[in-house]
């Protein structure tokens, strides 16, 4: 699970998980995004049903060809549980719905937007998160967020810094080292520089020695063009995450998204292509040659 690029099966004209792992070698998906119906209840989408649905398909699917799944909540998007529930047993309880109906041995929370910029929320969901650990021995948590070129923000040290206090024992604390508003650099190179500030901010707050801190990082790019003009992450750029995830062993390499990878034909939107010239699943290609 240490290459699980996202999928979103609920837009961007989604391929089948199944035709990706045939084209690609790829074993899992970080599929995206569970958010709140409303209330503390988790849905995809916020609309569509954990089970008896597409989703559970295509989650079987992939397990029948040999492949598993981490499971995103979050998003920059739409109602998200760590708002919607009012407390840290109650939060816990949302992600145990999702858990449950999978039997997960990941999740993954994307925090984002108005709940990523909440001290309240942000301690909610470290919290909820290690009533979860506490409750499903072995699961692998993943905590997702922004970040600057050099490293997380004062909200997301934050977060870490919560995290260590509660003795959250996160698996994988990642970056998304793009819609940046400015770098300088290749946005290989200003990932590598994200990645340094997450590992010092980690080993600070954890009291981690470098080797540690370094396999409790993960990255999730963005292939092609991104969502600001100066940005486009390279073929080589995800070389160069590459060869930094294998230098030091990160938790974590994906991307977003399988979606996206893809060249554009005319007309295309954002969301089903990258933008630039590219062979089909050539970005997958790259991140599913790390193997943690």
Known sequence: MAAAPYEYLGWGDPQKPTDVMAATGTKWF????????????????????????????????????????VISAGGWSGAKLGEKCG?????????????DAYHLRALDIDIENTEFASATVRKRVVDALKIVKA?????????????????????????????AAAGLDNDGWTVM?????????????????????????????????DAEAYRHIGVSSMNGKTDEADETVTLADFRTILAYARQHHIARFAFWSVNR????????DGDSCSGVSQDPYAYTKVVVKYVG
């Open 177 to 209: 080292p793009f819609d940046f508003g400015g770098h300088s650099g290749t946005m290989g190179q200003a990932t590598v520089s994200a990645l340094e500030g997450l590992k010092s901010a980690v080993k600070t707050a954890y009291g981690y020695g």
């Open 30 to 69: 970080t599929l995206a995004f569970i958010l709140s119906d409303g209330g503390c209840n988790p849905k995809w989408d916020g609309s569509r049903p954990l089970t008896g649905g597409s989703d559970e398909s295509a989650i079987k699917a992939i397990r029948a060809k040999g492949g598993d799944v």
């Open 135 to 163: 409750k499903n021995p072995g699961i692998i948590t993943y905590i997702t967020m922004g970040t600057t070129p050099e490293g997380p923000d004062a909200n997301g040290k934050d977060l870490i810094a919560k995290g």
């Open 87 to 99: 407390s840290a047993d109650a939060l816990a309880g949302a992600y145990q719905k999702v858990i």
């Open 261 to 268: 990878d893809r060249q554009c034909a005319a007309g295309s």
